[in-house]
């Protein structure tokens, strides 16, 4: 039995703290109140439902006592000191936090996990929870986020009639020829006219596929071409790549906020994440292919992209501008390099 500590104690009922000697017997914490004014016997708790303070840097050392009461000590290297000559030991996490290599480590550790859950644990999460969510909510989040572009950047379309209901027919065609199995992805097509967008197209969670006028008159000459377009933004239908993208994003803010302390953040931000965000080169690949695959199932050649892609760079030199770098998730913010034109130019089936 080492020496007794002379501390405050509050016994859980009264704010008045009270003076008492701590001491440990054996298994047992000893404590001993020191009121002159009325005896009382010595209170004992076994160590083990002793809630103990943790070494600190600064501040007073607080013990929590099984019956609610609580130990305040002011003097902390008092208490160490106290605490060390009784035989006490700490938990290894608290010498963990009390050493500088071990602290080291487990910073360095903490960075590879979240690096880690970033490159490879998010957007395989993501996949899984993507593709098993009820296609009800796709569509949902496919209606609010067409209302929300509306909203901000997309108008009314100025073709006729009889001009959008002439690409409608000859896309769903396409689709009829391109899946003779009937197995085509649920899809609805709407035009809108977007000068701060350009030439683009976009494709929604829940088969939402956006045409702005200006990449129907881009391709006026080429119809070929806008059906290659609606076949990319097809393949993203197919994939849930927009469904994809929004839980992504929402498993990156969650894993940020539990980091940081605030995880309600991006609770309110994820409405907007899905026009905030932009597809992976992977993800556009895959579309890419699939555009290919079906156009050759369909009779067309996949080249007829090309003339898309270089009909593109000539309206961003044109204007001076990039076309679609207002809305990431949009076909035309993916700048065409050669390897994408090389890809719909020497493409054979089976590649």
């Known amino acids: 039995m080492g020496e007794p500590l002379s501390t405050r104690w509050f016994d859980g009922r009264s704010p008045r703290g009270r003076a008492v000697q701590l001491r440990v017997e054996g298994d047992e914490l000893v404590l001993e109140p020191l009121d002159a004014e009325r005896a009382e ?20 050392r607080q013990t929590e006592l099984p019956d609610g009461g609580l130990i305040q000590h002011a003097d902390a290297g008092g208490w160490d000191a106290w605490w060390a000559a009784q035989g006490l030991r700490e938990s290894w996490v608290v010498g963990w936090q009390q050493s500088w290599r071990a602290a080291t480590a487990a910073a360095v550790g903490a960075v590879v996990v979240l690096l880690a859950s970033w490159f490879w644990g998010v957007p395989l999460a993501s996949q899984f929870v993507a593709q098993r969510l009820p296609v009800a909510l796709d569509e949902r989040i496919g209606r609010d986020g067409l209302a929300q572009l509306d909203r901000a950047l997309l108008k009314p379309t100025r073709l006729d009639e009889a001009r959008r209901q002439a690409i409608e027919r000859r896309w769903r065609a396409f689709v009829e020829r391109a899946h003779p199995e009937g197995d085509a992805p649920a899809w609805r097509l709407s035009f809108r006219h977007a000068p701060e967008l350009g030439p683009n197209a976009l494709a929604l969670p829940g088969g939402q596929m956006i045409v702005t006028d200006q990449l129907v008159e881009l391709l ?97 030199k044109d204007k001076d501008r990039d076309a679609g770098g207002v809305l990431p998730i949009a076909l035309a913010s993916h700048p065409a390099d050669e390897d994408r034109i090389r890809f719909f130019r020497e493409w054979t089936p089976g590649r």
Do not use: C, K, N
């Open 41 to 60: 016997p010595p209170r004992r708790y076994r160590l083990r439902e002793v809630r103990w303070p943790e070494r600190r840097t600064h501040g007073q």
């Open 220 to 316: 006026h000459d080429r119809p070929d071409a806008l059906t290659g377009v609606l076949a990319h933004e097809l393949g993203h239908v197919r994939h849930r790549d927009g469904l994809d993208m929004l839980v992504r994003a929402s498993l990156l803010s969650a894993i940020v906020g539990v980091v940081f302390g605030d995880a309600s953040g991006f609770i309110a931000s994820v409405p907007a994440a899905l026009l905030t965000q932009s597809y992976s080169r992977d993800v556009e690949r895959r579309a890419d292919a699939y555009a290919a695959e079906r156009l050759d199932r369909a009779g067309l050649s996949p080249a007829v992209m090309v003339t898309l892609f270089e009909r593109l760079a000539t309206a961003r």
